[in-house]
C-alpha cells in the first residue's frame, strides 16, 4: 500500500508526464566562451521547459545570428 493519493483515471504504476515540447532535428550550439550565447542557452533551456516553442525558436536564432570575436574560443590568442 502506498501512502500517496490514487488517481482512478490513471493505472497505478503510470506517473503524470509532461509533454515534450518538438524541436527541430539540430540547433545551434552556444559558443563555450560567449556571453550571449551562454545567456540565450540559458533562456533557450527555460522556455523549453516552460513549453514554449515559440520562445526557444527566438533563442536559437539570437545564438545563430550574432557574431563572435575572433579572440573568442578555445586556441585564441588573449
Do not use: K, W, Y
Not at 513549453?51 to 539570437?62: I, K, L, M, S, T
Amino acid at each position: 500500500m502506498t501512502d500517496r493519493p490514487t488517481n482512478p483515471a490513471r493505472p497505478r504504476g503510470v506517473e503524470e508526464l509532461a509533454a515534450a515540447v518538438p524541436m527541430p532535428d539540430l540547433e545551434p550550439v552556444a559558443h563555450p566562451d560567449c556571453r550571449v550565447c551562454f545567456a540565450a542557452d540559458r533562456g533557450r533551456t527555460a522556455a523549453r521547459t516552460q513549453g514554449a516553442p515559440q520562445r526557444v525558436a527566438d533563442f536559437n536564432r539570437v545564438i545563430t545570428g550574432h557574431l563572435h570575436r575572433a579572440d573568442q574560443g578555445e586556441g585564441a590568442e588573449r
